[in-house]
């Protein structure tokens, strides 16, 4: 896959997730390309976040592996920016704009450094790259939906990372929130940034990108769009599930036989 | 009966025989009493956990306070009716704040519990201590209701709480399929046309009345653990909710005879605290003996998994053996099993053993052979490995690399019905996804 | 007078310590494992001082802080390996814990210089009469009261840990999920906070009692969550709503002769009730003019 020496951004090898004993993904194994936009494409409740999730050890895997650029992730953290869901932010917290995209900077400090002009510099610089830099003083929780969006993509900027994993940018944004994403996109690519998106809207899922992973439950093709964006694979993925890979996993799960095995 | 004295002490030996002859009738009261109230918080503080706030309970019981000393001051009474109505309106004033903060302001549910709680106990320390300074009747032992007194504990007393409780069991008896309802789905149930608010006000009137009226007993501070914890050491024994409630309210109703024996015996010790110290013990005991759900069954199940597990693989890593010989060779040492697949030496001899003594497997001096009837065992896993294989192959399109790891396990859990549900999707595929034969099913072989 | 103004001192450096450890466990949303250490502590203090039969300081704290970890995790581990609602599990260790501690109290009333009442009052009145004496005790120099050198002490820890931790401390508060993306160690600033709950409330002990610590630790934080924009200014206002409530509730207890410590709880409450309404009537006010642009 990879011809040069550069290791791929997200090699996913074997990934296994559940929620309590329902297994939400299983064997999950492929592999992305650098500088592209990739979709993760799938009903509800396919498992599209917890994916996400899972690459970036926000929960807990059960089995599997992940490698960002041919390393574990604790190698490659700040190389990675995550983009939380809308929903699971507290809008109520007392924070303003300027800190939540500081944040951004946070993890390259030591604990007791405080930013420097370079980072303010930065942080600055991400805002007025999304149109946000007149709102820098508000409190988060005076934003629309879509410039509250706009911060957060502003925070994964200033992080300066080359891997970018975003779960459901689009979602309930406004006209120009989306098209300042897209612009976003260009921009981030240009510089040979990659892109990894949870999406829900297959309309639009052509255009936005340039890869697509289609997921329900299990990985049912990954691909360029040109090549897996076909009927056939739209069927598999919205079809529904293999009921017997499902009820067996899930056996599996209750009776803990995974662990059984491994003291074996 | 005699169950009970066995947690005493020797010297307290008399004491104990006394209270059992019930010549003590004072006694006697503060124990049914006692045992009443354990019941009926114990099953009401069930519909409350099913609610998730359990913790709700304890938030009322602290708001209790100022009420009780509220009462006092109006009406310079230690009536309990009166003591139980101030304590009823502000533990209800508690509630509605509980219920408000959160849908009309920033501030969470769970700091709303912590306000309530917490401001309305420090307004009921402050009246007390004020109370406390005024020269009025009857002041003393009002402080009682703190940690609770069971020997404090008046005719009157214990009447209302009989009476209270009854009537919350009552309650709960006739509500109980419109309660439960609405604990499991409150969506669905309004859906169909039920007062949820009705119901949710009479559980809320429940919950209220079932503390205040075991203030006196257990005390503010603690009575959460008695609606509280009961419940949650019966989830252990049981799925089913009318069962749950009924171990809870055993459960409560023990717990408050052993409280009730301590208070007795040392009427000094407060009761809340042996109460709830004797809850926290069934609940330990619970957690790890409960017959289905305990910790200590889940061990020895994972226990017996892993062996089931083991015995399995050396089976059929013997049929490999077996295939690999073209069915030619029977026996096999230790070492050619350990070349097929890496098992440390002390275990593959102990789940060998275990293979002979259920006649899977014969040693002798050639080796170990499988017996007919391991072979057939041997012979169905096997079939079940591949058939697995394969659909992981044609079905989720995985390669043949990945799917080894996850058929090893799967094999073990695999029954009939699924093997045959495997078949007829596979249809004619004879072969795994390395090319080795799936064996017939065993039916035919026979 | 110059008891008064020790009680000032001491209840001054209560509150605030309380508000700005109190901040982050309302903005973590977990004013209930506040609550629940806050009780445990009292088995935290009756066990360390019956195992060394001694009320120095150090003693005292390190007892607390490993019963108020203990608490938090036991509390973590029954809800994950028990399976229990993580309220409810905390709800079953924490009245163990205290009803525990109010046992051990009774048993060895005699021993123990605790008692009921202090366990829920505190006896802040008494706090000038405690002090803490420089060599021989009755010619050494008096140092002032024990409960204001050991709320002192555990003020300058807790205002050191935010002055550094800050920036972790927030981050990890907005969004765990957040935060562990940016490689911050959530579980371990979890403990810290936990640890300085801990330590705040065994240092509030002897001064406001194991419950009122409570209505300290998240009523004059709720009150500031409410107002504030920013996270600073959110633990200035708390710390300003702690110190308010403060003198208003010591002028309180003075008229009513009640306990100061409760008096300072309910003016507490008495303020975040006045800010609730303030901005009750606020939103209603603009209601009645539509017409008004609304902040966005």
């Known amino acids: ?264 | 009966m005699q169950d009970w004295t066995v947690i005493s002490q020797p010297s307290t030996w008399e004491l104990l025989l006394d209270f059992w002859r019930f010549e003590d009738m004072n006694a006697l009261w503060v124990l049914m009493g006692s045992v009443l109230l354990g019941i009926s918080a114990s099953i009401i503080g069930g519909f409350a956990f099913l609610r998730k706030r359990s913790l709700v309970g304890d938030a009322l019981a602290h708001a209790a306070l100022p009420g009780v000393m509220m009462a006092f001051l109006l009406f310079e009474t230690r009536d309990p009716v009166v003591m139980f109505l101030g304590a009823l309106t502000s533990s209800f004033i508690g509630f509605f704040i509980i219920d408000w903060l959160p849908k009309n302001t920033k501030i969470k549910p769970d700091a709303a519990l912590a306000i309530t709680l917490s401001f309305f106990f420090a307004l009921g320390l402050m009246l007390l201590s004020y109370i406390q300074g005024l020269q009025v009747e009857n002041k003393s032992g009002l402080d009682k209701i703190l940690f609770g007194q069971a020997a404090a504990m008046t005719q009157d007393d214990i009447t209302l709480l009989t009476y209270v409780t009854l009537f919350v069991l009552l309650n709960v008896a006739l509500f109980f399929q419109k309660l439960r309802l609405i604990a499991f789905n409150t969506q669905y149930a309004r859906s169909l046309g039920i007062s949820v608010k009705f119901y949710e006000f009479l559980l809320a009137l429940l919950i209220v009345m079932s503390v205040v009226v075991g203030l006196q007993l257990v005390g503010v501070v603690l009575m959460a653990a008695v609606l509280l914890t009961p419940v949650a050491a019966a989830r252990f024994w049981s799925d089913q909710l009318s069962r749950i409630l009924i171990i809870a309210g055993s459960l409560g109703a023990l717990s408050a005879v052993i409280s009730t024996q301590i208070s007795y015996l040392a009427p000094a010790m407060p009761t809340g605290p042996w109460m709830v110290v004797s809850l926290a013990s069934l609940f330990l005991l619970s957690m790890l003996f409960a017959p289905n759900k305990g910790l200590l069954k889940r061990f020895l199940e994972q226990k017996r998994l892993r062996q089931k597990v083991s015995e399995e693989n050396v089976l059929r890593t013997l049929y490999k053996l077996n295939e690999q010989s073209n069915f030619t060779r029977r026996y096999f040492n230790l070492p050619d099993i350990q070349a097929l697949r890496a098992i440390p030496i002390d275990t593959l001899k102990k789940t060998l053993r275990s293979l002979g003594g259920k006649d899977l497997v014969v040693e002798s001096t050639k080796g170990y052979r499988m017996t007919d009837t391991g072979m057939e065992q041997a012979t169905q896993l096997t079939r079940r490995h591949r058939l697995w294989e394969s659909y992981l192959n044609q079905q989720v399109e995985l390669t043949p690399e990945q799917v080894h790891s996850q058929a090893e396990r799967i094999e073990h859990i695999l029954n009939e019905e699924q093997e045959q549900q495997l078949e007829a999707e596979l249809r004619d595929r004879h072969s795994d996804p390395h090319g080795k034969p799936i064996p017939e099913s065993q039916g035919e072989i026979k | 007078m110059i008891n008064d103004l020790w009680i000032l001192a001491t209840a001054s450096l209560v509150a605030v310590s309380c508000a700005l450890v109190g901040s982050f466990l309302i903005l973590r949303r977990q004013s209930l494992v506040g609550d629940a250490i806050s009780h445990s502590v009292l088995l935290g203090i009756v066990i360390a001082f019956l195992a060394t039969d001694s009320r120095s300081l150090p003693v005292m704290l390190g007892g607390a802080v490993m019963i108020g970890l203990l608490t938090a995790w036991l509390s973590d581990s029954l809800h994950k390996f028990g399976k229990l609602q993580s309220d409810a599990s905390i709800g079953i260790v924490f009245t163990l814990f205290f009803a525990l501690g109010v046992i051990l109290i009774s048993l060895y009333a005699g021993q123990v210089d605790l008692d009921q009442e202090c366990v829920l009052y505190g006896e802040i009145a008494f706090v000038p009469f405690d002090t803490i004496v420089w060599g021989n005790p009755e010619t050494g120099v008096d140092l002032g009261p024990r409960a204001l050198w050991a709320i002192g002490i555990v003020f300058l820890i807790v205002l050191i840990s935010i002055l550094i931790g800050f920036n972790r401390l927030q981050t990890v508060a907005f969004h765990p999920s957040l935060a562990v993306s940016l490689g911050i160690n959530v579980v371990f600033w979890h403990y810290f906070l936990m640890t300085l709950v801990s330590l705040t409330t065994v240092a509030s002990f002897d001064a406001v009692g194991a419950i009122l610590v409570v209505a300290l630790l998240v009523i004059p934080a709720s009150s500031a969550y409410l107002i504030a924009k920013s996270l600073k200014g959110m633990l200035w206002l708390a710390s300003a709503y702690g110190l308010a409530s403060v003198m208003i509730g010591y002028a309180v207890s003075y008229k009513l002769d009640s306990s100061i410590s409760a008096s300072i709880a309910v003016s507490a409450g008495g303020l975040l009730l006045a800010t609730v309404l303030a901005l009750e009537i606020r939103k209603r006010k603009r209601r009645l003019q539509p017409n008004r642009p609304v902040g966005i």
């Not at chain 1, 592999?31 to 396919?46: D, H, L, M, Q, S």
């Not at chain 1, 400090?109 to 980072?119: A, E, G, I, N, T």
């Not at chain 1, 309930?172 to 921009?187: R, S």
Request: aromatic residues 8%.
């Open chain 1, 1 to 264: 896959m990879n011809p040069d020496s550069r290791k791929a951004p997200i090699t996913v090898n074997n990934l296994n997730m559940r929620y309590q004993y329902k297994p939400v993904l299983t064997d999950v194994s492929f592999e992305i390309p650098e500088g592209k936009t990739i979709a993760i494409v799938g009903p509800n409740g396919a498992g599209k976040s917890t994916l996400l999730k899972g690459i970036m050890g926000l929960e807990p895997l059960i089995e599997g592996e992940v490698k960002f650029f041919g390393e574990p992730l604790t190698k490659k953290r700040l190389a990675t920016a995550y983009v939380p869901q809308r929903e699971e932010i507290d809008w109520d917290f007392p924070i303003d704009v300027m800190d939540v995209v500081l944040m951004g900077r946070h993890g390259q400090l030591k604990l007791w450094q405080r930013p420097s002009k370079l980072d303010y510099e930065i942080a600055e610089q991400a805002l007025k790259d999304l149109q946000m830099w007149d709102f820098k003083d508000r409190q988060i929780s005076q934003l629309s939906g879509g410039q509250q969006q706009r911060v957060f993509l502003a925070r994964a900027l200033a992080q300066q990372a080359s891997l970018y994993l975003m779960d459901e940018p689009f979602a309930g944004v406004d006209v120009a929130t989306e098209k300042a994403i897209i612009e976003l996109f260009k921009n981030l690519k240009a510089q040979g940034k990659t892109i990894v998106c949870v999406h829900h809207d297959l309309n639009t899922v052509g255009e936005y990108f340039d890869w697509i992973i289609f997921i329900n439950a299990r990985l049912v093709a990954a691909g360029p769009v040109e090549t897996v964006l076909t009927k056939e694979n739209l069927n598999k993925t919205y079809g529904g599930r293999l009921s017997l890979l499902n009820d067996l996993t899930e056996t599996m799960y209750r009776t803990r036989l995974n662990q059984a095995h491994e003291n074996d």
